[in-house]
């Protein structure tokens, strides 16, 4: 049975730093493509980025490139996303998902963590 359980949210002011992360279970991250997600109140699921290729491969999308950072650490069958400089408009839910398909689209995953709230103060 595939799990996934995020930790790690929590509030921090603009500019600060947070790292999240995704311990999985029932499967070993290395033969899924793993994406982060975030969802804020009365908006749509939008990708963050994802890492692929055992952990060699990640792409981010376009807002996050070059402040999150997704690494995986298959001993721990664990993936992380660290966020630098961070703002109000990054305040969500955060999610991890596993699926099949290097894509920053929520439908294309099977698997779903329950969350872990992020909030960025001004």
């Known amino acids: 049975q595939v799990r996934l359980v995020e930790s790690g949210g929590g509030s921090v002011q603009a500019g600060g730093s947070l790292r999240l992360s995704c311990a999985a279970s029932g499967y070993n991250v290395r033969s899924y493509v793993m994406g982060w997600f975030r969802q804020a109140p009365g908006k749509e699921r939008e990708g963050v980025g994802v890492i692929y290729n055992g952990g060699g491969s990640t792409v981010y999308a376009d807002s996050e490139r070059g402040r999150f950072t997704i690494t995986q650490d298959s001993a721990k069958n664990t993936v992380y996303l660290q966020m630098n400089s961070l703002k109000p408009e990054d305040s969500a839910m955060y999610y991890c998902?596993?699926?099949?398909?290097?894509?920053?689209?929520?439908?294309?995953?099977?698997?779903w963590g329950q969350g872990t709230q992020v909030t960025v103060s001004s």
């Open positions: 998902a596993a699926g099949r398909f290097a894509s920053l689209v929520a439908r294309q995953y099977n698997y």
